[in-house]
């Protein structure tokens, strides 16, 4: 900064606002010309906004799991390139040991020059629907090493000072199955030039000095807010557990997450030492993936105002030594790492429940994901893969004072992830849904209840299927955990009923091979753990539920103690009153 | 709507629109029966792909009218026919929602206008900038929905005739909102992705940007420091603190008060005074303290952060969509907009500012001079080139719509010749989610001429997208195709000045102190009477400009002169 140059506070706010909708901007060019439905529908991309250093400006994150996925990417690959970047360069990156958090995740990142002068990146990262690998799809729960989950991308221009290096493009895709990776990779790049435009725009209407002064006040400001935030919790150590339940690989295993969360002052320690050691299958985390579990769910906690940006980062500090599974060694399989998520919030929201009551939820249904791979006999047999967000969407757990969301799906996207639409779903793949509706009793009850889990059935018409099952929440042990006398949510359920009359169970990681075609489909995405206990539920609320379907007239008196009429749906409040004085 | 309103009914049709399963009528039967019990006023219809295949919503249609008389249904394939179940659901529940309040309120507003002798004809705003008859807008009543805002792009059209002007940016700023729209080449944009409340209604809108930003805006310190305005408002009660009816939290008025733009005297032509005092005292304590600012500083924050966030407000609508808004001129109305008219320009590099005479009821002036206007969309989902489209399937469908369109227009009375169609296509790049609107001439409908509506293709992508695929000659998907039939109607004439010679001097009230944005401190300022302005009067800034309903702030480097129809026009000396 220099020392003439007076810090105007308003301009500050202008260009927090400017950076905000320059990162919404280039969002929407995702959502509007990307291909696969995990972008254009799932929404699972972040976009954002780095300084010249790395540190980031401002991020929109479409799906909160990626809210630290593109950071630590910037600094390394400022680091790495050093003076070596040139105005109208690309350069993509997706490898999980050089920071980043997910295989399956590339990144592009265009530097901003300003006079000649780099002063700024736009970058977007987005879930591509193949990275190569042994599997199609990026998901292989019998990968035991990276090369059996992905091309590794480490660092790499893909554009020279504005030219195409079209050897490096061909290389890359030369090793990606799926032609919709590169078209979605140009709209990530188109994604890039919106953010610069905007930058550029920017540098050229304050200058760089005022710029880069005024950036370093809004790390400030956000810094202050956020301290404000940590000062205002109690002062104290809080421990919490959380288990993921089977690797992959060995029968029976567990792996437990063991935090020790410490607030002084004003900052957070998340410390996870003593968390158990890497798996040999792909139920690993790099550390970029844990970090942004970590920041998701603390920012769940706290204002939802403070701006993010590097200021937001500063006082929260994460130890989480190299080795375990949640930030595993070289060069272990990791693409399960954004699925440990739900597990590390469970840890974290268990807890700050000693310290906070009132500001943690209950637990969060724990995602069952199925990919299908196969091809399409509508459109002379074109491959297409399908991770079926349609229907693993579970509910949220309750908090003090608010029953949970129904069908929100996954704690890793926070509410971000929306359901696919139904005539599109059908439209884009030879699938014919015959059902998507609430789970009637699924969520866990309490004072406040758990949100409402899905239940979907639909009809694979594709050939040549394979299943990929990488998903939680089969087992008693990760049902959406309930708080304070609330009870859990129900377990996950995943069903495969093939013509010929066979039932299969997939288990929680496994690859399902010669799928017929024409099987039926059905899965029940469990509802969010309940709240306090279910019997002060005021009765109104429950026979409300009972009404629309939602609870059963057998469980609203056994889970709430309230007697609900099957005709009229009116609460019979003197049988209410015997069941609950009764059962207390 | 309360899931146990939702009643299942056994049916299947495929996105081709085969049937998969037949209608179940003892499904139908069943709901009609619950409905009844419930009291049900208005039922909504919606099946899977039914706009490819709308035969068993329309059975069931005509089964719920006999079985229950006098309750409201509407059928998605009727409301809105194109394919994506949610937006069609949630605009056909919409539709519904309002439909039998919209028909009992026209019945009896039609009635009573009857009575009374009443002989013009009455017509309905509707949300996508046209108007249209009390029977139509009954049918389709959710079109009816964000018709508030929509007459200022026509107000606009109106306004800005003197100027040849055809391409610009309204704005409508009072007491909480402020919406903003933008209007290209005598055509204001339009969206099928607005929303109710959250609910989706995909029924063509115009793009109107509504922000919470107006006069009642309140000011505050977030927890890291920086000052924020609104989107809180303290509205019309309390009010701003300088109103004087209880409310203490500063506000964008109060601030515009402190720094000299409005008068404590002459606040609605005189009837209201304003307290400068209860202002004041509401910015030191909240704003000014806080931040460690003198009371201007932070008044004049205030009024920047205003600026700032309406400006953001039309960036949404211009560089968010990859218009440069440096290529609009600016037609700012309501009753607070005109303080802010000439910062907001000049936060985004505007050069020109049309401030109409009667500012604070533009959008009821648009009203008057608003077309009848029908939108109509079928979807065809096919590849775009001369192998893949089915002519004859693309003729039928450009014919139903037509026809249907022809068929409403004359119902409302327009005579052939006052008719005019506008054709669109929805197109996108192969394999890709969400389409491009297209417009396209009515002469290349008979033989489509592929190149050059790939051309707009491309064109429109790159502009909005950042990048095309033209040299990848990447095939075309058409996916929907729309006509808007206009009725042309007569408008009524505007008063036109003639010009005079005198000079602006006799509209000279007095002088009074006020902050200005470029001396960074209060000078005398000149102000004027509004309402004695003529065509042909200029004036040199900085001054104020103050009418009954509106008061103008012309800060310096800025000129003022007076156009025919009695707009004031501001531009950069």
Sequence with gaps: MTDTL???????????????????????????????????????????????????????????????ALQPVCEYIVEYFGDDIAEGDTIIHNDVFTRGNQNADVAI?????????LVAWSACKGHQADIGGAVAGGYNPEASEVWQE?????????????????????LIFANVRYEVVQEDIKAQIGGCVVGERGVKGLFERYGADTMLAHIDELFQSTERMIRKEIAGLPDGTYTGESTVYYDGVRDGSEMTIRLAVTVEGDEVTFDFTGTDPQTPGFVNAPFS???????????????????????????????????????????????????????????????????????????????????????????????????????????????????????????????????????????????????????????GPGHWRGGYGTECAFEIDGEELTGIAFGDGLEEGARAFGLFGGADGPRNTLTLNYPDGQERVPRAKEVVRNIPTGVLYRQQAGGGGGYGDPFDRPAALVADDVRNELVSIARAAEDYGVVVDPASFAVDEAATDKLRSAKR | MPRSLRRPVGERVLADGTVRAPLDEGDVDDAAARFREAGVEAVAICFMHAYANP???????????????????????????????????????????????????????????????????????????????????????????LSGPAAAPVAGLAYSEPHGERSFITVDMGGTSFDAALVRDGAPELTTDARIAKHALALPSLEINTIGAGGGSIGWIDEGGLLR???????????????????????????????????????????????????????????????????????????????????????????????????????????????????????????????PRESSIFCAAGMLRSDLKHDYVRSYHTPFSAEGLDTGRFQSALRSMTDEANETLASEGIRPEARRFDYALDLRYLGQYHEVRVDVPEAELNGPDMDAVGGCLHRTHNRLYGYDLEADGTAIELVNLRLSATGITEKPPIAREARVDTKADC??????????????????????????????HRIEGPAIIEQVNTTVLLPGGYILGCDELGSFVMEKA
């Excluded at chain 1, 992905?150 to 290096?165: C, N, W």
């Excluded at chain 1, 491959?383 to 969301?405: H, Q, R, W």
């Excluded at chain 2, 909240?286 to 920047?304: C, N, T, V």
């Excluded at chain 2, 009230?509 to 006020?514: F, H, L, Q, S």
């Design chain 2, 229 to 355: 305005m609104g989107p809180a408002s303290a509205g019309a009660d309390p009010g701003p603190a300088c109103y004087g009816r209880g409310g203490t939290l500063p506000t964008c008025s109060d601030a515009n008060l402190v720094l000299g733009y409005l008068s404590p005297e002459f606040f609605a032509g005189g009837r209201m005074t304003l307290d400068r005092d209860a202002a004041a005292a509401a910015i030191e304590r909240d704003i000014a303290q806080p931040l460690g600012l003198s009371l201007a500083e932070a008044a004049f924050g205030m009024f920047r952060v205003m600026n700032v966030n309406m400006a953001s407000g039309i960036r949404e609508i211009t560089v968010q969509k990859g218009f440069d808004p440096r290529d609009f001129p600016l037609i700012c109305a309501g009753g607070a907009g005109p303080i802010h008219a000439a910062m907001i320009a000049e936060e985004l590099e505007i050069g020109r500012i049309l401030v």
């Design chain 1, 289 to 443: 993936s844990t970090a942004s579990a970590v920041m998701l769910t603390f920012l769940m906690l706290i204002n939802p105002d403070i701006p993010h940006n590097d200021g937001i980062v500063r006082p929260i500090n994460i130890v989480n030594p190299e080795g375990s599974f949640l930030n595993a060694a070289y060069p272990a399989a990791t693409t399960f790492g954004n699925s440990i998520c739900g597990p590390t919030s469970d840890a974290i929201f268990r807890a700050f429940a000693q310290a906070l009551p009132g500001m943690v939820s209950a637990g969060w249904n724990r995602s069952m994901n199925f990919a299908i791979v196969g091809k399409d006999p509508r459109h002379g047999m074109r491959p297409y893969v399908d991770i079926l967000f349609l229907a693993l969407k579970g509910g949220s757990g309750a908090t003090e004072g608010a029953d949970g969301y129904d069908h929100i799906g996954l704690i890793n996207c926070a509410g971000g992830l929306l359901a696919q639409d139904y005539e599109m779903f059908e439209i884009q793949d030879p699938h014919v849904l015959l059902m998507h509706e609430y789970w009637t009793d699924s969520a």
């Design chain 1, 6 to 68: 007076t810090i105007d506070p308003v301009l500050v706010s202008v260009l927090q606002r400017r950076f905000k909708s320059i990162t919404e901007e280039m969002g929407l060019t995702l959502l509007r010309t990307t291909r696969s439905p995990i972008l254009n529908e799932a929404r699972d991309f972040v976009t954002g906004l780095y300084d010249a250093k790395g540190r980031m400006l401002e991020q929109t994150e479409y799906i909160p799991v990626l809210a630290f």
């Design chain 2, 507 to 536: 509209a000279r009230k007095g002088v009074r102190p006020a902050f200005l944005p470029g001396a960074g401190d209060f000078r005398d300022v000149t102000v004027y009477d509004g309402d004695m302005l003529r065509y042909g």
């Design chain 1, 150 to 170: 992905a091309f590794r991308i480490p660092p790499v221009k893909l554009h020279e000072g504005g030219k195409l290096r079209r050897d490096v493009w061909d």
């Design chain 1, 109 to 117: 990142f265009k530097p901003i020059f300003h006079d000649g002068r």
């Design chain 2, 55 to 145: 035969a068993h919503e329309a059975a069931v249609a005509e089964r719920l009218a006999a079985a229950l008389p006098g309750v409201y249904c509407s059928a998605s394939s009727a409301v809105l026919p194109q394919v994506r179940f949610y937006d069609r659901v949630s605009t056909t529940v919409l539709n519904a929602a309002v439909g039998p309040i919209l028909d009992r309120y026209l019945t009896n507003l039609t009635a009573r206008l009857d009575e009374a002798g009443f002989v013009g004809i009455m017509l309905i705003m509707q949300s996508n900038g046209g108007v249209t008859t009390p029977g139509v807008a009954a049918k389709l009543a959710a079109s009816t929905l």
